[in-house]
């Protein structure tokens, strides 16, 4: 009887170590997947936020790993202060060239709403039918696009009144010339004259 225990509790040992082994080893094996999928999005990621979660979550990650999320992330950085950079400048060349340089940064649709904002105050400013005829050609899809495109009609309206206002005045003023001319200009031929 005791050999049998003895057997019984062996295998069951065994099977013990063995099921710790395989679960040792599945977990293992997800975690270093997890790590590795983590990894790869951090590495494709333009957010400095996902690479600094990738370093404060697997802070046991290979070192090649760990080293290239800092180096990515500190290029980010880099990118990050020629954004504000930019933005400070308030220059729509400035952010131009933030957006060649860096075509796939997250900031580049902010980039592209500010230049749209910097044009349509350019435009408001200037106040011509030309500037708002540029805004629009410049920007199809603006946020000011209805704007310019009122602030056009309106200029074009305005234009039309002032050109009818000052006809009306040419026409008055060519009546009070013709009124205020010498009666003699007008008189009728005296009768000797006939």
Do not use: C
């Amino acid at each position: 009887m005791k050999k049998r225990t003895l057997i019984i509790l062996t295998v069951v040992i065994v099977l013990l170590a063995a099921s710790l082994a395989s679960a040792y080893f599945y977990l293992h094996h997800t975690q270093q997947q997890s790590e590795l999928s983590a990894y790869e999005r951090a590495m494709e990621s333009n957010e400095s936020a996902v690479l600094q979660n990738f370093l404060d979550n697997y802070a046991d990650a290979p070192k090649e790993h760990r080293d290239s999320v800092k180096a990515h992330l500190e290029v980010l950085k880099l990118v990050d202060q020629e954004w504000v950079n930019a933005v400070r400048s308030q220059s729509k060349s400035f952010l131009q060239q933030f957006m060649k340089k860096h075509p796939e940064s997250i900031h580049i649709t902010e980039a592209r709403l500010l230049i749209d904002s910097l044009d349509w105050v350019l435009a408001a400013d200037v106040n011509t039918e030309e500037s708002y005829k540029q805004y629009m050609e410049q920007h199809h899809d603006g946020m000011h696009y209805d704007n310019a495109s009122y602030s056009l009609n309106r200029l074009a309206e305005e234009a039309r009144l002032k050109a009818s206002m000052q006809a009306a005045d040419s026409l008055n003023n060519a009546a009070q010339q013709e009124s205020q001319e010498s009666p003699a200009d007008h008189e009728q031929p005296a009768a000797h004259e006939l």
